[in-house]
């Protein structure tokens, strides 16, 4: 399937778009991505519905600013909204209910989105999603592999073993390289790369390797997005969600069993 991937982060800094195609199992193949930054203007307008909690204003600019993000990433591809099979939507700050809908209506294009409550109902606690996503993108690379997300607000350290297994630890806040290297004896097995993910501060990334003592590699040098992996993750699960595939586990999100998840909004067909 052919899939957009659409991310609205809490820093409300723009909208991240990627293009993939994949079965949700262990073909993925990126095509195209971009980042839509929001003006000072949207920007404002947004932050100031989100302080005052008006939903339904969040919603309609938000359905706004992605609807006009997917015209313009199909255009600036010369792609045609018919050779998208879904929509797979993230937001921080949009409310889960209705939006889907809303968003499909404006695009013409079946959307998945909420993607986390199902796991929260059965006992989990909604995140990591993306440990499943990274075990398709190693395809091809030798396992172990630990791969490790760093923000803000913490790291998310994920281990992918050879026989497909995932675990998925938080480190800090705040983020340091004895915390991260400290989870490795929780792991199955030794890893055999270790690979970070995203924006990753140079200093963490040179202290890590110090400790380590041996290399340790960004993952965009195995091909990975730096700046949209985020986007593709949603792209790719929701191809999971609507093939009814478990989009989180009991060693990642402490769910009891393995688990589906995301809501389904249906285009209106023109």
Not at 1 to 23: F, K, P, R, W, Y
Request: charged share 20%; with cysteine; proline share 5%.
């Amino acid at each position: 399937m052919t899939v957009i991937g659409l991310v609205s982060g809490s820093g409300l800094e723009g909208i991240d778009v990627a293009l993939v195609a994949t079965d949700g199992e262990r073909r993925l193949e990126r095509r195209h991505s971009l980042t839509f930054p929001l003006s000072p203007d949207q920007r404002k307008g947004l932050s100031e519905a989100i302080a005052a909690n008006r939903l339904a204003k969040i919603e309609q600019d938000l359905t706004e600013f992605c609807a006009d993000a997917v015209k313009h990433f199909l255009e600036s591809f010369a792609l045609r909204r018919d050779a998208v099979a879904l929509i797979g939507f993230e937001s921080a700050t949009a409310s889960s209910i209705g939006f889907g809908d809303a968003l499909a209506w404006s695009t013409g294009i079946d959307v998945v989105y909420d993607f986390a409550s199902a796991d929260v109902e059965a006992g989990g606690q909604g995140r990591p999603l993306d440990p499943v996503y990274h075990r398709a993108d190693a395809a091809g690379i030798a396992l172990p592999l630990v791969v490790v997300e760093s923000g803000a607000g913490g790291a998310t350290v994920i281990y992918i073993g050879e026989d497909g297994i995932l675990m998925a630890f938080d480190a800090g806040p705040p983020v340091t390289a004895e915390a991260i290297l400290g989870l490795s004896d929780r792991f199955p097995a030794q890893p055999l790369l270790w690979l970070f993910a995203g924006k990753i501060d140079t200093a963490l990334l040179q202290a890590f390797g110090r400790l380590l003592g041996e290399p340790i590699h960004r993952a965009e040098e195995m091909g990975w997005s730096k700046d949209h992996f985020g986007a593709e993750t949603f792209a790719y699960l929701a191809v999971r969600s609507v093939r009814k595939l478990p989009l989180s586990f009991p060693s990642t999100t402490g769910v009891k069993q393995p688990i589906t998840g995301g809501r389904l909004a249906r285009a209106r067909r023109r």
